[in-house]
């Protein structure tokens, strides 16, 4: 069973940076594709960023140039470094894991930019 567990989040000013970790237990890690999810309030979950086990990344228009999305196979853990925060970043991040057509999420970890 995987568990996904994501941490780093927290308020930021507007122009401030956050980086967000995740921490997946399981055996697949580094084969998985790894993503980042947000939702904002009264809004539908979006995709944020993935990465392949290959290390192929992909971005969502809104956060290209800003996000960066990673992962450390030796320590199972996925990142997501958000820099230019803006208050339309504000939402809730979670973590997704892809293998052999099984999805499993992260709890979430609350991001809110705002001054």
């Known amino acids: 069973q995987v568990q996904l567990v994501e941490s780093g989040g927290g308020l930021v000013q507007p122009g401030g940076s956050l980086r967000l970790s995740c921490a997946a237990s399981g055996s697949f890690f580094s084969i998985a594709t790894m993503a980042w999810y947000r939702q904002a309030p009264g809004m539908q979950r979006e995709l944020v960023a993935t990465i392949t086990g290959g290390g192929n990344t992909n971005y969502a228009d809104s956060v290209k140039g800003r996000f960066t999305i990673s992962r450390d196979n030796t320590k199972n853990t996925l990142y997501l470094q958000m820099n230019s925060l803006k208050p339309e970043d504000t939402a809730v991040y979670y973590c997704?894991?892809?293998?052999?057509?099984?999805?499993?999420w992260g709890q979430g970890t609350q991001v809110t930019v705002s001054s």
């Open positions: 997704n894991e892809q293998i052999v057509g099984l999805q499993y």
